[in-house]
């Protein structure tokens, strides 16, 4: 069975930085391409960022583009998101993601449909 845990979520002035830490329970984790989505109160879910099995490559979402960096460590078998020049548009719930469908260079996917596994969320605020 598959667990994703997240953390690294809080409450952060606007211009301010925040990491949040995806923990995965799996057997292997190169098997698993991963990324974040996020939803906004009111809001549907929407894609962040997405990272390859082999972690050489990486996808955003327009709106965060040079301002979040994805990446994983197969050691700690977690992946982080790296936020930096928090806007008070980026409060939402954010969910780590997994799928082990994906080929080794897979880069990543808008549609959620994509992914099989799911996080439980964590909260980030973001104030003006």
């Known amino acids: 069975q598959v667990q994703l845990v997240e953390s690294g979520g809080g409450l952060v002035q606007a211009g301010g930085s925040l990491r949040l830490s995806c923990a995965a329970s799996?057997?292997?984790?190169?098997?698993?391409?991963m990324g974040w989505f996020r939803q906004a109160p009111g809001k549907e879910r929407e894609f962040v960022a997405s990272i390859s099995r082999s972690g050489g490559s990486t996808y955003y979402a327009d709106f965060v583009k040079g301002r979040y960096t994805i990446s994983r460590d197969g050691a700690k078998m977690t992946v982080y998101l790296q936020m930096t020049s928090l806007k008070p548009e980026d409060t939402a719930v954010y969910y780590c993601v997994a799928d082990d469908r994906k080929s080794w260079l897979w880069v990543g996917a808008l549609d959620p449909s994509e992914y099989d596994y799911w996080g439980q969320g964590t909260q980030v605020t973001v104030s003006s």
């Open positions: 799996v057997r292997t984790f190169s098997r698993y391409a």
